[in-house]
C-alpha cells in the first residue's frame, strides 16, 4: 500500500503563483509515476501533469509552459508549481501514483483546493 498527503491549495490571485507537494509513504518501490489530476463539481478528472520514475514528465495542453512537475526522491515528495494562474484553474487537485504494470492511478491523495480568483 501506498499513502499520499498533499499539501499546498489555497487562495490566489489571477496571474499568481502555488506550490502543491504530495509526500508518499508505504511501499514507494512498487511505484512507477506519480502526478496531478483535478476536478471541478460536475467534471470529469482531468490529468494535469505526471511524472515517472525516470523523470519523465508529460502535461495537459492546457498546462504547458505554466505548470511544472518535478521529485524530491530523498523524500518521496513530487511538487507542481504552478505559474500564471488563470481562474479556470480552480478545481480539487488530487495527486496519484501509479504501479508498474498499471494503466490507470492506484492510489489517491486527499485532495486538496485550489481556488484562483480576485
Known amino acids: 500500500q501506498v499513502q499520499l498527503v498533499e499539501s499546498g491549495g489555497g487562495l490566489v490571485q489571477p496571474g499568481g503563483s502555488l506550490r502543491l507537494s504530495c509526500a508518499a509513504s508505504g511501499s514507494i518501490f512498487s511505484i512507477s509515476a506519480m502526478g496531478w489530476y483535478r476536478q471541478v463539481p460536475g467534471k470529469q478528472r482531468e490529468l494535469v501533469a505526471t511524472?515517472?520514475?525516470?523523470?519523465?514528465?508529460t502535461y495537459s495542453e492546457s498546462v504547458k509552459g505554466r505548470f511544472t512537475i518535478s521529485r524530491d526522491n530523498a523524500k518521496n515528495t513530487v511538487f507542481l508549481q504552478m505559474n500564471s494562474l488563470k481562474p479556470e484553474a480552480t478545481a480539487v487537485y488530487y495527486c496519484?501514483?501509479?504501479?508498474?504494470?498499471?494503466?490507470?492511478?492506484?492510489?489517491w491523495g486527499q485532495g486538496t483546493q485550489v481556488t484562483v480568483s480576485s
Open positions: 496519484y501514483a501509479r504501479r508498474y504494470a498499471s494503466g490507470t492511478p492506484n492510489y
Open positions: 511524472i515517472t520514475s525516470d523523470s519523465i514528465k
